[in-house]
Every structure is written in structure tokens, then in C-alpha cells.
């Protein structure tokens, strides 16, 4: 313990490193926020250190070179502001914009405390160096070429304005106080990395599953939600959602320690079978949630990855004989969506993965093609396009826009994404009965879009007695009256 306590052993400039490398982020707001608190604090004694020097001091005069702090303080400001209240944290540009700052704030200490006073010694610059250390969090390299490079500057300046005698005390009392900064950087550099440090092994303690080892729910949600919502417009993701199936059978017919072991297998599944820097998470009892980021144009690899999950999980044995499965919901954003809206859109695929009898994945992509919501659309799920061209110009005037589907999935992948201005549905049965049916339960049972007036058009009249009994708001046997059908959801 007492050797990483000593600032010239090699671990505690290895720390250093490590805290500057895995809290880039968090010293990039850091430094940004010190240096709002700094132009704030400026501004002020600024104001108040002229204010009272042409109060107290009799033949004090407000020199031009006074004015040049004012600009600095305005543009920085600016920038400031403008980074803070940015959606997206670039540590790069921060860094360039704070030690563009400092600077020019040095620069502009520098000839204050220089060009008005040939016959006086300095004063600002030893004392605004040494606080340097404490204003801004940088590798130790970088304070060291930058406070080389300012005290240069100073000594120039000293040198050519002041009479040598007083120049010789300030480049001394200027250098005290660089030596002085450096040491404290160091030191200060050491005590940030080992809070740094402890933070870090605190969140992670706070924010990892003890059970599976991957992201908590909290943890997990909020991660993914923040990437989303960062994201650029041609950064292509894909939210995959995970449950067991039966889990509640295990734990209550095999016991808790079973299920437990089988759930930290899950998690070491997820962690092999995914890169690591895409978000994994444990976001409930028996369910699992992962963003996929920057997937590749060709998304077989997420077929794959299901497929390897799905295989993995069922090959899974107890020792009581347990056949063990998962239902999976993949939806690929290829538009701006929210975080909320992925969500939904992948449990609605899970929730379809299950009423296809689990043990499978069902993927689809959200497009990007967004509707105002109060725009009112119709969907037409049918594979008949001559009958599909007739409805549309049927209700062409009484919707804003028509939607058509030739299959199912498509048309759950559908109303999942447009279930705000979906208000109708036709579905018609000619030759995908069993496909069709099955949507107008799935519908029915999910709270989001069993609203949705569905109306069924069909050549069997058992099936339409069906959908009625199901929830379908009218049902039409071919050949049907184009004015009863208009008249029900026109």
C-alpha cells in the first residue's frame, strides 16, 4: 500500500495513465465545467479588482491592454456553452477549446502583468501558474510542454519591457511558481487517479448483475437509451431482446439454484457471442436486453448470432433433464428512432417469437420513414394485387396514406411501427388464412394495438365467424359490396 502511495514509484504514473485512458469522458466534463466556474469567476473579479483599484489606488489608470481578457471571456463563453448543452460529448474538441483557452488567458495575465508596469516586479503570473494544476486535468506531458511554453513566453516579455534588475526577480519568481505547478500536478494528477479509481470499481459494483455478471437493468436501459438518442443518422443498430421460456417452471419444479446456474450460463453466452463495446444487459428475472452497435450492411451476422444463441441455450443440460429455450425480438433501426420506440418494436418481436411456439427469433428492421401523428393510415395486409389495388383506390380519399403488406410478419412489423397512426386494418384470407388469423389474435392481445378496427375479407365463412369472435370489427365472404366495406372503416 505505502509503495502505490509513493509518487516516484512507476505504479503511481501507471495509474495516472490508466485513470486518464478509462475516464476520458468524465475528465473531458470536468475540465469543462472548471472552466465555466472559471469564466464566471473572472468575469466577477474582474469587474470588482478595477472597480476597486480606481477607488483605492489614486494614480491607477485602466490601461488598454485591460481590454484584451474581455473577448476571451466572450468567445470562451460562448464555447463553452455551446459544448456543454451539446447532445453528444467529443473529449477531443473540449481539449482543444480548454487549452486554447488557457492560453490565451495566460497570455493575457502575461501582459497585464508586464506592459503597465516597466519599474514594478509581476505579480499574477507565479500566482495564477501554481493554480494551473488545479484548473485543468490533462496528461502530465502536456502541463509541462504548455507551462514550459507560457514561462518562455513570460521571460520574452520580462525581458523586453522591464529594466533588467526587476526582470531577473520576476523570471525568478515565475519559475518558483512553475516548479511549484508541476509538483503540484503531479501530486493532484496521482490523487484524481485514485479516486478515479475507486469511482469506478464503485459504479461498476453498483451497476453489474452479481448473478450474471453483465449490465443491471438500471445500468443497461440507460446506456442504451443514451447511444440511441446520441447516435449519428447512418449509424445502423440493432436492439435484441431476450427471454427463457418457461423460466418460472424451472425455478419452480427444478429449484432456484438450478435456475440461477443456468442464468449465469446465459450470461456467459451473451458475453462470448457479443463484441465488447455492444451494451449487454440482465433487465429482468429470466429476460436479457443487447444494442448491437454499427452493424455491417449485411445483417446475416444477426441471424447467426441468434441461431448460435438459440443452440447454445438449448444444448444447455441440467442434471434433472431440462430442455432449455429462448424466444428472441431483433429490430434493426435504420431511421432515427427512440430508445422507447426500439423497445417496443422488439418486445412487440418477442411477443410474435412466442405465439410462434418460442424456441426461434423473429427480426425486422424499422425503416426510416416517419408519419406525423396526426396523420390517419389504413393497412392492407393481402397478397392479391389486383384486389389490393381496388381497395386502395377505394380509400385513397379517406386516409392520409395507405400501407400494403403481402405477408405477416411484414404487417405486425407494421403496426408495431406506426401503431400511433394506424387507425384500420384489412386483412384478407384468400391464401395466407392461417398467417392472417393469427395477426388478428396477436393484435387482440396486445393492449398497444388491439384499437386498431380490423376488418377481415375472406371466401369462408368459418373463418369469418372466427375473426368476429376474435375482435375483427366486421367480416365481408366474397364477392363483397364495396359500400358495406367503405361504409364500416371509409
Same mark, same amino acid.
Given at each position: ?218 445500468? =443497461? #436501459? %440507460? ?7 446520441? !447516435? *449519428? $443518422? ?7 431482446? &431476450? ?62 448470432? =441468434? #441461431? %448460435? ?7 444447455? !443440460? *441440467? $442434471? ?7 424466444? &428472441? ?84 412489423? &407494421? ?76
Amino acid at each position: 500500500m505505502q509503495q502505490n502511495q509513493n509518487i516516484f514509484n512507476s505504479s503511481y504514473s501507471k495509474r495516472i495513465r490508466t485513470y486518464m485512458k478509462s475516464c476520458s469522458e468524465d475528465i473531458s466534463e470536468t475540465n469543462l465545467s472548471m472552466q465555466y466556474q472559471i469564466l464566471i469567476c473572472m468575469s466577477v473579479l474582474y469587474v470588482v479588482l478595477i472597480a476597486a483599484a480606481l477607488l483605492i489606488l489614486r494614480n491607477f489608470r485602466i490601461h488598454p491592454v485591460y481590454y484584451t481578457l474581455l473577448p476571451v471571456f466572450i468567445i470562451f463563453g460562448a464555447l463553452n456553452y455551446y459544448l456543454k448543452n451539446s447532445s453528444k460529448i467529443n473529449s477531443k474538441l473540449i481539449k482543444l477549446e480548454c487549452i486554447s483557452f488557457y492560453v490565451l488567458f495566460f497570455i493575457c495575465i502575461i501582459l497585464t502583468d508586464i506592459i503597465p508596469y516597466k519599474t514594478t516586479k509581476a505579480s499574477l503570473f507565479p500566482i495564477v501558474i501554481v493554480s494551473f494544476s488545479a484548473l485543468y486535468i490533462d496528461y502530465y506531458p502536456i502541463y509541462i510542454i504548455l507551462e514550459l511554453a507560457l514561462f518562455t513566453f513570460y521571460c520574452i516579455c520580462d525581458i523586453t519591457w522591464k529594466i533588467p534588475e526587476i526582470a531577473m526577480s520576476d523570471i525568478f519568481d515565475g519559475f518558483a511558481g512553475m516548479v511549484v505547478s508541476l509538483v503540484t500536478a503531479y501530486i493532484v494528477l496521482g490523487i484524481r487517479a485514485k479516486q478515479g479509481k475507486l469511482t469506478s470499481e464503485l459504479k461498476e459494483k453498483t451497476s453489474t448483475d452479481f448473478l450474471t455478471g453483465l449490465l443491471n437493468k438500471a445500468t =443497461c #436501459e %440507460q446506456m442504451v437509451s443514451e447511444y440511441i438518442n446520441r !447516435k *449519428s $443518422d447512418d449509424n445502423t443498430c440493432a436492439l435484441i431482446v &431476450i427471454d427463457i421460456d418457461n423460466f418460472k417452471s424451472v425455478n419452480d419444479k427444478l429449484g432456484h439454484e438450478v435456475g440461477d446456474a443456468f442464468l449465469t450460463h446465459v450470461g456467459r453466452i451473451l458475453t462470448h457471442t457479443f463484441r465488447t463495446n455492444d451494451i449487454i444487459g440482465r433487465v429482468g428475472g429470466d429476460e436479457f436486453m443487447i444494442l448491437v452497435r454499427r452493424i455491417p450492411a449485411n445483417e446475416t451476422i444477426l441471424n447467426k448470432r =441468434c #441461431e %448460435q444463441i438459440l443452440k447454445s441455450i438449448s444444448d444447455y !443440460k *441440467s $442434471d434433472k433433464g431440462w430442455n432449455f429455450s429462448c424466444s &428472441i425480438g431483433v429490430v434493426i433501426d435504420k431511421g432515427i428512432h427512440s430508445y422507447e420506440e426500439l423497445n417496443r418494436m422488439a418486445d412487440d418481436c418477442l411477443y410474435l417469437a412466442k405465439a410462434k411456439g418460442k424456441d426461434c427469433y423473429v427480426k425486422w428492421s424499422a425503416s426510416g420513414n416517419k408519419y406525423d401523428k396526426s396523420l390517419k393510415l389504413l393497412l392492407i395486409s393481402s397478397n392479391n394485387e389486383k384486389e389490393t389495388d381496388a381497395m386502395v383506390n377505394m380509400f385513397k380519399y379517406d386516409y392520409d396514406d395507405i400501407i400494403v403488406s403481402d405477408n405477416a410478419i411484414e404487417t405486425v412489423n &407494421i403496426l408495431s411501427q406506426y401503431k400511433d397512426n394506424i387507425k384500420s386494418m384489412i386483412l384478407t384470407l384468400e391464401k395466407t388464412e392461417t398467417d392472417n388469423i393469427d395477426i388478428l389474435k396477436y393484435v387482440k392481445q396486445r393492449p398497444a394495438l388491439a384499437d386498431v378496427n380490423t376488418v377481415v375479407v375472406t371466401n369462408d365463412n368459418a373463418i369469418n365467424l372466427e375473426a368476429v369472435k376474435i375482435g375483427a370489427i366486421g367480416a365481408f365472404s366474397k364477392p363483397y359490396r364495396e359500400e358495406n366495406l367503405k361504409k364500416l372503416i371509409g
